[in-house]
């Protein structure tokens, strides 16, 4: 905790200084530019002092959340204590006194405790009070709302706020309520919003604008935006800067939701807008909560709203500001740091274990990227590892090196191989996650063509699809490992949610009996059986052998005429023989005599019930398949001296064809 509490006070410290100047600047800044700019800039800094990180504090927050992944944290402390200083950082010191142990019964207990773990206690206490206050008096506001207030059944304010509804594009239903010991009218709720009135006579014009200011709150979440206010001012109460920044904040709020609800409207109209709000806005408010949209910050801060309504000078746009307080911000978070002075005796330091201590033998090791095939053997990766990684990496290579020709790959390598997770008990296994990242060389780095998650270096190494992606999952007994499963998996990491239920979801599959699919092949009179996979693809089924096909790039086949594309639904190559393909077509609204008689008028002839052509050294071949309005067709190619091979085996495969009605 105590690790946590330094990074807060680094955080609070780097944001303050921006809040600072911005608190400073605001009669600048609102005289020239929207009160949305500083209201975007105050989300940012709300969420930046929500998000404490920093190295060596994330390293901590890992070893504490993940305790049997602690290897790559410990990996980056090493090689932090290893690597020289580089650059200036401004570093708050923190004294000495505050990091001596403090022993706590000696004779009972060899528990030491430092004045810095006391005040990161002090400040927790603190921050769990300041939310519980503001928490409770939500919920007793809202518990007297619904005790006390009404549903509004008047005709004339359910139709403007339907209207209003419409105008601003707002589909959810809000509920209405009138409440005697409303000070203002106000939108509270964050799933559930209800829109409260004070029990009151309006007019049309008020009644107009109240409910559309209100509105717009709601359509922009501000009472989410004030909760995350709220939290933050929490997380850093002992801050007195963050305690204006929030109150500065809630005034801009207000000042940018005026300024949408007045958008294109006269001078006339915006003078009648701030006689509404001067009505409707109270000073002695009864009961308030900070978590509604419910606001009165006094006669200085409405002179100022009234100012920002009626101003008549155009504004600039504030983007520019935005973006300089973004980098400021991570500019400021750099260089201010926090440290603790190294006073403890050296007996009472606790030396780190080994690397293997940690990981039950098994522990993480990045691997060089310096260009090579394969990946080097090192001892501090298991061998299965290293095999399985490397079994994986090479047939992902010779996929994409067919797949993607056109990228030229000529070479690959496993760019990084890092144990991230052990899985204690999981279905009463022990599992050890390993993940890697794979990259392949391309010749041509200029005809790669970089989609998704994809990036290259200045060298050429490609990162075929989303870095550190893949997974290798090992069951663990004693010191065995036995692959469990291969995952690719670019949205969560492994120990999450989302990587747990995908590997829960794997696990049961390989639990079921399965029977494995197979297609018997007689080739010259001898029979062989191989293992099989159903296709299954929009409209039709059918079953490949396994580990010798790849879905191919049938555009860029110059042997295919251009008047077949359109009817070329998916194609395959065979690895080893890429002459070897087989494309289904799909002639829709053509009778099966009429596909016929095209195929024949193409060139080829029908020999043994099947449509057959020879063009130079290939014989192309066509099966067509019946359908209910359609004609389908399984064409494929093959070289003329494999004819009693290949030629046999396709005619197999076409065979299992079957129109289905999967994605028709």
């Not at 989609?451 to 050429?460: F, H, P």
Request: net charge negative; hydrophobic share 40%.
């Amino acid at each position: 905790m105590t690790n946590w509490f330094l990074s807060i006070l680094t955080v609070s410290l780097s944001v303050s200084l921006i809040a600072a100047i911005l608190i400073l600047g605001t009669s600048f800044l609102h005289k020239r530019y929207a009160a949305k700019w500083k209201y975007w800039i105050w989300i940012f800094l709300a969420v930046r002092l929500l998000l404490p990180f920093s190295g060596e504090e994330i390293s901590a927050a890992i070893r504490t959340l993940l305790p049997k992944a602690q290897t790559a944290s410990l990996a980056t402390q090493s090689e932090r204590t290893a690597m020289p200083k580089q650059g200036a950082r401004v570093m708050v010191e923190i004294p000495a006194q505050m990091t001596t142990p403090i022993p706590v019964q000696p004779k009972e207990s060899k528990t030491q405790i430092t004045l810095l773990d006391l005040v990161a206690i002090i400040w927790l206490l603190g921050s769990l009070t300041f939310l519980a206050v503001h928490l409770v008096s939500y919920l007793q506001y809202k518990s007297h709302l619904k005790k006390y207030g009404t549903v509004i059944e008047d005709d004339q304010i359910l139709h403007q706020l339907q209207e209003l509804q419409q105008e601003l594009a707002i589909k959810h239903s809000v509920c209405t309520m009138e409440y005697s010991k409303a000070a203002s009218p106000m939108m509270i709720g964050f799933f559930h919003p209800v829109f409260v009135l004070p029990k009151e006579q309006y007019n049309a014009e008020e009644l107009y604008f109240i409910i559309k200011h209100e509105l717009v709150h709601l359509k922009r979440g501000d009472t989410c935006f004030k909760l995350l206010l709220v939290t933050a001012n929490a997380v850093h109460w002992f801050n007195p800067l963050i305690w204006l920044m929030q109150k500065e904040a809630v005034v801009d709020m207000e000042l940018s939701c005026d300024e949408r609800v007045t958008q294109g409207l006269d001078y006339a109209v915006r003078k009648a807008y701030t006689e509404t709000l001067l009505s409707t806005l109270h000073k002695q408010c009864q009961k308030r909560t900070a978590l509604s949209t419910q606001f009165y910050g006094g006669k200085q801060v409405m002179k100022k709203r009234f100012q920002n309504i009626l101003q008549k000078n155009a504004k600039k746009n504030g983007v520019c500001i935005l973006l300089c307080v973004i980098l400021l911000t991570i500019g400021f978070g750099t260089l201010i740091g926090c440290t603790a002075a190294d006073e403890t005796p050296s007996d009472m330091r606790k030396q780190p274990k080994m690397q293997e201590d940690l990981t039950n033998g098994i522990p993480v090791e990045m691997m060089s990227s310096e260009p090579k095939t394969g990946v080097t053997a090192d001892t501090d990766i298991p061998d299965i590892v290293r095999q399985e990684a490397e079994t994986w990496a090479n047939e992902e290579y010779e996929y994409y090196k067919r797949a993607s020709a056109g990228s030229n790959y000529s070479d690959w390598r496993i760019e990084s191989l890092v144990h991230c997770y052990t899985y204690e008990d999981f279905e009463g296994m022990t599992l050890q996650v390993y993940r890697m990242n794979i990259e392949f060389l391309s010749d041509t780095p200029e005809s790669v063509v970089l989609a998704g998650g994809m990036s290259m270096d200045e060298d050429g190494w490609t990162v075929p699809d989303y870095p550190n992606s893949r997974y290798l999952v090992f069951q663990q007994d004693k010191e065995a490992l036995t692959l469990l499963t291969r995952m690719l998996e670019n949205d969560c990491e492994a120990g999450d949610d989302t990587f747990t239920s995908d590997l829960k979801y794997r696990w049961e599959l390989q639990k079921q009996p399965q029977d494995t699919p197979t297609i018997t092949f007689t080739v010259e009179g001898e029979t062989e059986e191989v293992v099989a996979s159903l296709i299954e693809r929009n409209g039709y089924t059918f079953s490949l052998p396994d580990g010798g096909w790849y879905p191919a790039d049938f555009e860029g086949w110059a042997d295919v005429d251009k008047e077949w594309e359109q009817f070329i639904h998916d194609a395959w190559a065979e690895w080893d023989n890429e002459d070897v393909r087989i494309w289904i077509v799909r002639f829709e609204g053509m009778s099966y005599d009429d596909a016929e008689k095209r195929l024949l008028d193409s060139g080829y002839a029908l020999i043994n019930d099947r449509l057959l052509r020879q063009e130079g050294e290939l014989i192309y071949g066509v099966e067509l398949k019946r359908a209910e309005a359609d004609t389908w067709g399984v064409c494929y190619s093959f070289p003329v001296d494999a004819q009693e091979g290949w030629g046999a085996r396709l005619r197999v495969i076409a065979n299992t064809f079957a129109v289905s009605d999967i994605g028709t």
